[in-house]
């Protein structure tokens, strides 16, 4: 049993540039959500896809946006990249939206905007 | 407007004593409660839950202690081991994961 990955590991990106992060899922998981962690901080809910939609947001704006993929697979994107998007974006799976639910967390990317 | 709270940053705890890492919400609303570790370069664990309708819950060496009138809950670690040493995340579910900011846990020798 494979668990959830991430890529790419870092990436460094210039302010107003658009970035794409990779997220497979464990296997049997249909649910993905992603978290921003900023330095020092604990991590923010994105938002979170069970089956192909999007089963709830954080409080982040529209340039934030997602996907997921038949394979339960993921990705975020981030257009118009500010400086405050600089953190570790984390992707956590799940076997479902009702509680109690463990998600299981991939390593992250982090993300570098200069 | 944080609504899950760790006060310490970080705390030291000798090996074989126990670790005590404490957590404040102000949300009645969430039913679940939830402890991750993290160690560097990796993403956050799962460690133990507990529900809202409970106060105590145990696996192995973890506990965790939900005090509803005072929206508290602690993670006890006993007896602590240096492999535990990590970043602890309190979290809460509404639906959604609020995790606090977490506490760094160092167990020395």
């Known amino acids: 049993e494979t668990g959830v990955t991430q890529s790419p590991t870092h990436l460094i990106k210039t302010r107003g540039q658009q970035v794409t992060l990779r997220c497979s899922s464990q296997?049997?998981?249909?649910?993905v959500s992603w978290y921003q962690q900023a330095l020092g901080q604990g991590p923010q809910f994105i938002f979170q896809?069970?089956?192909?939609?999007?089963?709830g947001r954080g409080n982040f704006p529209p340039r934030f946006s997602g996907l997921q993929f038949p394979n339960y697979s993921s990705e975020l994107n981030v257009n118009a990249l500010e400086l405050d998007d600089s953190a570790l974006y984390l992707c956590?799976?799940?076997?479902?939206?009702?509680?109690?639910?463990?998600?299981?967390f991939g390593p992250g990317t982090r993300l570098t905007v200069t | 407007d944080q609504q899950v709270k760790q006060n310490s940053p970080s705390l030291s705890v000798q090996e074989g004593r126990i670790s005590i890492l404490n957590c404040d919400y102000t949300?009645?609303?969430?039913?679940?409660f939830l402890w991750y570790k993290k160690y560097p370069a990796e993403g956050p664990t799962f460690l133990i839950s507990?529900?809202?309708?409970?106060d105590k819950n145990e696996d192995g060496r973890f506990t965790v202690f939900l005090n509803k009138s005072a929206k508290h809950l602690s993670l006890h670690i006993v007896p602590s081991q240096p492999g535990d040493s990590a970043v602890y995340f309190c979290?809460?579910?509404?639906?959604?994961?609020?995790f606090g900011t977490g506490t760094r846990l160092q167990v020395f020798p």
């Open positions: 956590a799976s799940s076997s479902g939206t009702s509680e109690p639910y463990e998600q299981y």
């Open positions: 296997s049997g998981h249909n649910t």
């Open positions: 896809y069970y089956r192909e939609e999007e089963n």
């Open positions: 949300n009645s609303m969430f039913d679940y």
């Open positions: 507990i529900s809202s309708i409970k």
């Open positions: 979290a809460a579910s509404a639906g959604k994961l609020i």
